[in-house]
């Protein structure tokens, strides 16, 4: 007997993929948004790492926003023109505008971000704020059990 485990994401990504191939794409507009690059986010102690795959993307066509709580990347990657002489057959390449907000949880120094686009790859460094960094939270639990026994106490009372 062959045991086979249910993968249900597997098969939601199979048939979104069925549907693209049969209907391409519906969307059409000026600024309408074709396609989402892939992201990734690191956190450490003093900083973010946020990098961007926009192969394809001329460095001078993407913007980027940084504000305290959030980053904003956008940009266009041209479609690549086929010749006269050439048949395209099949292209899954996504051309047109962009757009990804990323939101942060912890507050940046968006006047000291780096940005470095090498091979296709987008690799911002936002450092934290100060304050955020050497935040120290100090929790007395002792102060929180009296808190409580003098809320039972006077629930007896009554």
Known sequence: MIVRYWQPFEEIDTLRRQFDRAFGDLVTGNDAVTWTPAIRLVESANHYTLTAQ?????????????????VAISGDRPAVEVAEAETLLYDNHRYGTFRRVVNLSEAVQNEAVTAEYTNGLLVLTLPKVEEVRNKVVKINLGQLQSDESTVESADTEG
Do not use: W, Y
């Open 54 to 70: 926009l192969a394809g993307v001329n460095p001078d066509a993407i913007d980027i926003h940084v504000t305290r709580e959030s």
